[in-house]
């Protein structure tokens, strides 16, 4: 069974620093690696997803990266800005099974970036 | 403009009531999916469909149902029998349920509460 973990659950930084948040997971097998962003109060958008076969998938200030061997995902966040505030939730899927297309989520990591 | 509603966004439940969540795509996304938010245990997965007239129970199904008549359309109702039904619920979709690039995208989400 897929466990995801993340450290730290929580994190502040001033504005204009470069961060790091991770991702662990079990299970190696795993399909896809998506990173999510979640406002308070609102649904889940999509940040990054990086498929098995990957290393890295970039857009903008962020870069995820994936390494199916050490069972770790990291989502490094540059010139970190106060609208970056929100929660950053990792979430594996598993190829195989009965559970096609599921999602398994660590409990996220709360950034807040102060002016 | 192509995503994913979910209404109402704010529900109040009686004790013994049941009530039920919708939930349209207009991606068209062969896959559903209803996941549950509870405060530090992260996203759960309660039912998931990846075609019209077929759905599988996730991890924590008892107490909903759900139904998919219609390729953009996948209701969840909350029945009487779950005993704690007060949580943030989020839908889903992705453009099928396995393999290839099948990235999962949510909606803004409904907020219930029993009374």
Sequence with gaps: KQEVTQIPAALSVPEGENLVLNCSFTDSAIYNLQWFRQDPGKGLTSLLLIQSSQREQTSGRLNASLDKSSGRSTLYIAASQPGDSATYLCAGQNAGGTSYGKLTFGQGTILTVHP | ?115
């Design chain 2, 1 to 115: 403009d192509g995503g994913i509603t979910q209404s109402p966004k704010y529900l109040f439940r009686k004790e013994g009531q049941n009530v039920t969540l919708s939930c349209e795509q207009n991606l068209n996304h062969d896959a559903m999916y209803w996941y549950r938010q509870d405060p530090g245990q992260g996203l759960r997965l309660i039912y998931y469909s990846q075609i019209v007239n077929d759905f599988q129970k996730g991890d924590i199904a008892e107490g909903y149902s759900v139904s998919r008549e219609k390729k953009e359309s996948f209701p969840l109702t909350v029945t009487s029998a779950q005993k704690n039904p007060t949580a943030f619920y989020l839908c889903a979709s992705s453009p099928n349920g396995a393999g290839g690039r099948n990235e999962q995208f949510f909606g803004p989400g409904t907020r219930l509460t029993v009374l």
